[in-house]
């Protein structure tokens, strides 16, 4: 088990969700937190709850891409450096691909790609120097395939993934670190705050959003496989099966996909 005593552990989309269940677990083991999301309040509801001895809080958006450098100079003048940064804001879709606006295209990738791709830059120089440093990404399952009413959701989870493979392939030689993380359903908001075709809120908790994991046994899977420094985890139940038909039969698994009915 490693130890996070001290550390600094940067967690976007903390307000709420796997996010917030994350700040409390990092928080517990003693980490030092950074914690950012859109709704400020909430990030103050969640600092109080996780027990962390030192907690900076850092609203902002993904989606506003230019302001991002800022954020991590703002990080790094208070708290010296990040150990851990935790890639977990992001946006859902519902919505089939004649029906979704290019606006809505463009905010999937723009929070879910460009956003932490972005973070990631300004952060990369301050962990070279220190040589260390550890990105934990949350993809998703769509990530590595794909379903309908999802297309730019799975389009920026896919870009995630050979992002940051390509980023652990350059430097893991220079002590950083790269663990992607692809959760199922997962008993969150989630799917209730997605963007219907028009890039209004989807508004309805999914049944099978609703009956999935909990957000504190993600994140309890999330840092286990961070302690035994894997490179990819999966933490579903009966979507580990779909990926594994995806990977081995992906024409039946392409057939299946086809006549699936999304919910």
């Known amino acids: 088990m490693r130890d996070y005593t001290g550390k600094t552990v940067w967690i976007t989309g903390a307000s709420s969700g796997i996010g917030e269940a994350l700040a409390y677990a990092f928080g517990a083991r003693g980490a030092r937190l950074v914690l950012s999301a859109r709704r400020a309040e909430r990030l103050e509801r969640v600092a109080r709850g996780s027990g962390a001895r030192d907690t900076l809080i850092?609203?902002?958006d993904l989606a506003q891409l230019d302001g991002l450098p800022g954020k991590v100079d703002e990080v790094i003048a208070?708290?010296?450096?990040?150990?851990?940064?935790?890639h977990n804001a992001g946006v859902?879709?519902?919505?089939?691909?004649?029906?979704?606006?290019?606006?809505?295209?463009?905010?999937?990738?723009e929070t879910n790609y460009l956003g932490p791709v972005a973070?990631?830059?300004?952060l990369l120089p301050s962990m070279l120097e220190r040589k260390r440093?550890?990105?934990v990404v949350i993809s998703s399952v769509l990530g590595v395939m794909s379903a309908k009413q999802r297309s730019g959701y799975c389009a920026s989870k896919h870009a995630l993934h050979g992002y940051f493979n390509a980023l652990r392939a350059e430097l893991s030689s220079e002590g950083i670190s790269v663990l992607l993380v692809c959760p199922g359903h997962v008993s969150t908001e989630f799917s209730e705050r997605a963007l219907a075709g028009d890039g209004s809120a989807h508004g309805v908790?999914?049944?099978?959003?609703?009956?999935?994991?909990s957000a504190g046994e993600t994140a309890r899977r999330t840092l286990l496989a961070l302690d035994r420094g894997q490179?990819?985890?999966?933490v579903a139940r009966w979507e580990n099966w779909?990926?594994?038909?995806?990977?081995?039969?992906?024409?039946?698994?392409?057939?299946?996909?086809?006549?699936?009915?999304?919910?």
């Not at 908790?205 to 994991?213: C, E, H, I, N, Y």
């Not at 779909?242 to 919910?263: E, F, G, Q, W």
């Open 58 to 60: 850092v609203p902002l």
């Open 78 to 86: 208070r708290m010296g450096a990040v150990d851990i940064m935790v």
């Open 92 to 109: 859902g879709q519902r919505s089939a691909v004649i029906d979704t606006d290019f606006a809505v295209d463009r905010k999937m990738m």
């Open 119 to 122: 973070l990631s830059k300004a």
């Open 133 to 135: 440093g550890d990105f």
């Open 205 to 213: 908790v999914d049944k099978s959003t609703a009956s999935g994991l």
């Open 231 to 234: 490179a990819e985890v999966y």
């Open 242 to 263: 779909a990926v594994h038909l995806n990977r081995y039969a992906p024409s039946l698994m392409r057939r299946a996909i086809a006549r699936v009915k999304m919910r």
